[in-house]
Nanobody
Framework: HVQLVESGGGSVQAGGSLRLSCEHS????????VGWFRQVPGKEREGVAS????????TYADSVKGRFAISRDNVKNTLYLQMDGLKPEDTGVYYC??????????????????WGRGTQVTVS
């Protein structure tokens, strides 16, 4: 039973930073793929970044490359998303997702992953 809990969202001025956290439980395999997605009303959920629990390679959406960084602490069972240089278009509800999946790509993770309830990020 996979459980995911997001936190760290809030309101920030353009150019500011936030660090999101996702505590995860219910799995331990190094083959698990984990990632971050975001969504605004009326739009499809958009992939942001992904990483393997047991690896260091990452993927990023073009819109966040150079500004966001995904990482994980396997001792604390926590996934992070460091967001710098935030823009108004980064506003949305951010979700984390997890799945035993290889390769760790955003498209299949979006279709098949387990989800948390999300945390709101507002940039103005």
């Amino acid at each position: 039973h996979v459980q995911l809990v997001e936190s760290g969202g809030g309101s920030v001025q353009a150019g500011g930073s936030l660090r999101l956290s996702c505590e995860h439980s219910g799995y331990s395999s190094s083959g698990f793929c984990v990632g971050w997605f975001r969504q605004v009303p009326g739009k499809e959920r958009e992939g942001v970044a992904s990483i393997y629990i047991g690896g260091h390679s990452t993927t990023y959406a073009d819109s966040v490359k150079g500004r966001f960084a995904i990482s994980r602490d396997n001792v604390k069972n926590t996934l992070y998303l460091q967001m710098d240089g935030l823009k108004p278009e980064d506003t949305g509800v951010y979700y984390c997702a997890a799945l035993q999946l290889s390769p760790c790509l955003l498209a299949p993770l979006k279709l098949l992953g387990h989800w948390g309830r999300g945390t709101q990020v507002t940039v103005s």
